[in-house]
């Protein structure tokens, strides 16, 4: 039966346009077909993230992919498997429907976030690569599972605030929701009629050519990759090889042919005006701002190797800093030693990227109080008391999830954490545990609801840093536990929470939501942890800066340095007054006041360029360097450009039709590109195959015999000397 309310829909146009107003609670949603591929999409996805996750350049296989690929999937075994049932279950319930393909993306989406942007696994590579712990995979389990099932029940429980108002809109979710309608429908979602192929033979296509093309810049010809073609000319000029190089330089040349390098730092699907508020701060800030601080030697960064690109931190003889020489055999800081070896050193990139982050935490409170106060207070308002929307009201026919199954969730993995830093040495002691819980938990609601109305989520990471960092100084494990129960425990919620409202969208029974989740977590964190095992088991110096097939794990690299600054050294150490960065302190008021200023401009002149100005988005959008460079940034902006603006602009019927379809095909192409040249070509017979042909010849080698590539610094300092 199909439920169906005439003239009955959401009071906001931007759902209306994605999102029916009608339901059919007989389609099939929990069936073995959807576990079997939703699981082993979970499988593969957690698998093939956290394997690229410790590589650079790397690719992420995202949801887009899954809901893509998982289609045909669908169909076929719709059309192939024969319609009996095995034990009671049918093994083909009928044409492969919606509600099952939307229950598939869902586990691939928790699968890929678990993998790509939860710091739990840093954690575990962190304690073994720079503090030599190595605990028992029982205590690495309990960790992940913990960090992960307790965010979900966190947004589980605060579904009544951030996903069955109708206006908590979650406009991330919409395009998801138009891409579903749009396969199930067999019709063309768009401007007009766009003839040519179908969406699933162009994704095909360019698929295949995405993986055959990442052959030449990633194996046969490196120098595509890092195509800073001006130091090639002059390779031992090191101001030419500081301003074009891509390697520990600023990035001029401008190009490169490694689709994994143009996506590094996401996808080109970002609408044009943010883009162009990325650029236009990268611009400003590491080509203008970057250059005056280095070469006026602002906190002695001529004497560095690294201007750019350095993921890493440096003693006062400009070598990497040596954080076994300042610690007690269990990772806490020992004074005396510090005192006796040096104050920690930042490139002039990584310095300005952390004062960056600061200014992003005032900038976007700030910015969203500015300008969203009116309508967040009146939703918020509203969210408390409206009435439900027709999706509410469709919901209401299935079963509903008690909420002491999400608090028995909590409970659990709440029990679960203890055990894991109490009987394991951590330094983290439980009252910390419980500080960190509450701040994700009294955060989420506020961030959740900005995150609903404006599509920003304020980062809670600063802000967990410096608590324990205060709190718990010269205790690193205790620092990275803390920052991830804190900041990425809500930031999973929210995740959660989106796919919350993205079965709430598509009419996904409630308890076919939380097992489907909770499963698929459990799943992927644990998949994650065996890909991990088998990495430092088997790669040859996995995560030294040079691991031959690029497994360097740059942002493993960038979560230890943090756990330098403020757990081992401390932030009182290093941004407290008198103290070497102190100056950075100054960006929380920066951006404080940089909104205000285009707040008050658009009072005077409403319809000025300064309304497409988000310094949120500016200063937020630059943060993923380190480890992202200007390699990564520079062709992202350009292809942006090409495809945001220009086609999208001139042929807004193919861009509608083909650009998502084409930013998920090419990153699935390159990572199974990727694959199969580590598993076919670098990791059999020790790295020898091509040793003396195709990785010596000048192709794959011109890139690092520069100036640029072996990261000379401006000054030398004379033998025995220090700076500082």
Known sequence: MIYVYVEDDSPYPEVRSAVANTDDPSIPCNSFRAWIIGLSWAILTAGLNQFFFFRYPTVTITSIAAQL???????????????????????NPGPF???????????????????????????????????????????????????????????????????????????????????FNTLHSQTYAGIGTRGGISRESFFYYAWICGALWYFVPGY??????????????????????????????LGMSMVTFDWSQITYIGRFLTCRWAEANIAVGFIFFFWLVVPAL?????????????????????DNTGASYNITRIINSDASLNLTAYEAYSPLFLSTTFALSYGLSFASITATLTHTFLFFRKQIWVQSRRSMHEQPDIHARLMSKYKQVPEWWYMIVFLIMFVIGIISIELWHTEFPVWAFVLSLTIAFSYAIPIGMIQALTNQ??????????????????????MMMFKTWGYITMSQALTFTADFKLGHYMKIPPRTMFWGQVVAAAIAGTVQL??????????????????KDG??????????????????????????????????????????????????????????FIRYVNFPVIFSGIEAIPPASAVNYVPWTIVGFIFQYYIRRRHFSWWTKYNYVLSAAMDSGVGISIILIFFCLQYPQNGTIGLSTVHSWWGNTVYSNTADGKSRPFLTLPEGSTFG
């Open 294 to 314: 280095y070469y006026t030697n602002t906190w002695n960064s001529k004497y560095m190797p690294h201007e750019i690109s350095s993921r890493t931190s440096f």
């Open 457 to 478: 989520q304020v980062g809670l990471n600063v802000i967990t840093e410096l608590v324990v960092g205060y709190a718990l100084p010269g205790r690193p494990i205790a």
């Open 551 to 608: 497994f360097i794990c740059p942002k493993t690299e960038v979560f230890g340095t943090a756990s330098f600054i403020w757990g081992v050294i401390g932030p009182q150490r290093q941004f407290s007054s008198g103290q070497v960065y102190h100056a950075l302190v100054y960006f929380f008021l920066f951006g404080a006041i940089c909104p205000a200023i285009t707040w008050l401009i658009l009072l005077k002149w409403p319809n000025s």
């Open 69 to 91: 690929l998982s289609f045909p999937v669908g169909c076929a075994w719709a059309k192939v498997m024969p319609n009996v049932r095995v034990l009671g279950v049918k093994l």
């Open 97 to 179: 429907s919606i509600k099952e393909h939307v229950l598939i993306t869902i586990m691939a989406t928790v699968a890929g976030y678990c993998a790509c942007f939860d710091h739990v696994t840093d954690i575990i590579a962190v304690q073994r690569v720079y503090y030599g712990q190595r605990y028992s995979f029982v205590y690495q389990w309990m960790v992940v599972m913990s960090t992960q099932l307790i965010g979900f029940s966190i947004g589980g429980i605060l579904r009544r605030f951030l996903v069955q108002p109708p206006s908590m809109i979650w406009p991330s979710n919409l395009v998801t929701c138009a891409l």
């Open 530 to 547: 065996g890909v991990q095992a088998w990495m430092f088991s088997n790669i040859p110096d996995m995560c030294s800066t040079n691991q």
């Open 220 to 249: 046969l010809f490196k120098g595509l990759s890092y195509f800073s073609w001006v130091c090639w000319i002059a390779p031992d000029n090191i101001v030419v090889n500081q301003m074009f190089g891509y390697v520990s330089g």
